[in-house]
């Protein structure tokens, strides 16, 4: 009878345990450029303004916005629809620049990969009178089925990308950055 608990209570414990590793988040990443992007516009005269749509994950995909010296990115869900991270508030709205690759804190869920989250860095020209002193942030944006928007920017430190994982992966209920407007 012994015997019989003790697999009983192996195999319960086994369940949760692949329960638990199938609910774990994990970093996916994709292009931000290079091969894995496609420009779709382009306007010179424009301020430079250049439109590429990068490849991401689960159908999701990434548009990258250049204009003015100046980067955002465009959230596309599978559906088509498009959600605009206003990445030009970071550091007070200096000129922008993505770097290296976005990425995506997914679930997966019978198989399939669920993304949450993205982490994007961005480097930020934040002195104005030296525009070569960059500040390198790492943006947090929430995925979840009701919204897809900026939350917040994680400010350089040792332990910026462990910092940027941990708010990605508790994004779900976190509000929406929103600009203040002066009365």
Not at 72 to 81: E, I, L, N, R
Not at 100 to 113: D, L, P, Q, S
Not at 116 to 138: G, M, P, Q, W
């Amino acid at each position: 009878m012994r015997v019989k608990y003790s697999l009983v209570l192996i195999c319960i414990m086994l369940a949760f345990a692949a329960t638990a590793s199938a609910q774990a988040v994990q970093s996916v990443y994709t292009e931000l450029s290079g091969k894995g992007c496609k420009t779709i516009e382009e306007d010179a005269d424009s301020a430079g303004y250049m439109l590429q749509q990068c490849r991401g994950v689960a159908g999701y995909n990434l548009q990258v916005v250049s204009q003015d010296d100046r980067q955002t990115v465009v959230v596309v869900k599978p559906d088509g629809s498009k959600h605009e991270l206003d990445l030009g508030v970071i550091g007070g709205g200096g000129f922008s620049s993505l770097r290296g690759k976005a990425e995506w804190r997914v679930k997966r869920e019978r198989g399939k990969i669920i993304p949450i989250a993205l982490i994007i860095r961005l480097d930020v020209s934040t002195d104005s009178s030296n525009s070569e002193k960059i500040t390198s942030y790492l943006s947090v944006s929430k995925i979840t089925p009701q919204s897809i928007c900026y939350i917040e920017a994680i400010d350089p430190s040792p332990n910026a990308n462990v910092a940027a994982r941990r708010m990605a992966d508790s994004s779900a209920n976190k509000p929406c950055y929103k600009l203040t407007s002066p009365d």
